[in-house]
């Protein structure tokens, strides 16, 4: 069972798994996997996207419910920086101990 704060981290991860884009876990969430111990809500991948992988994403996580916009995809490529999938929680406004999620990704090589 995943923890609901990490629901979208993992949906992720299975989702560039399915379209076969490289990806790399960064960042104090992959120094878990060599014991280092810090508390983090925030999940940095590096990944390799070409355009399919990029029609791909906005697909899975379309709005209002998600954000992923395929400009901004793009542009990351263009500019190396960073681009964020979001996931706006449908009780967001009542239930403000639920935050919004957001997970940063890099594609620093695209193609």
Avoid: K
């Avoid at 979001?86 to 957001?102: D, G, K, V, Y």
């Amino acid at each position: 069972m995943v923890e609901p704060q990490f629901h979208l981290y993992f949906d992720v991860i299975q989702t560039l798994e399915r379209i076969q884009a490289p990806y790399v876990i960064i960042g104090a969430f992959a120094g878990v996997a060599y014991g280092v111990t810090r508390a983090t809500f925030d999940v940095d991948i590096v990944v390799d996207l070409s355009e399919a992988h990029i029609q791909a994403l906005e697909a899975a996580y379309p709005p209002p419910r998600f954000y992923a916009d395929a400009h901004q995809m793009r542009d990351s490529i263009r500019f190396r920086q960073t681009f964020a999938i979001s996931w706006w929680p449908s009780n967001w406004a009542t239930t403000p101990s639920c935050p919004p999620r957001l997970i940063g990704i890099t594609s620093i090589i695209g193609r």
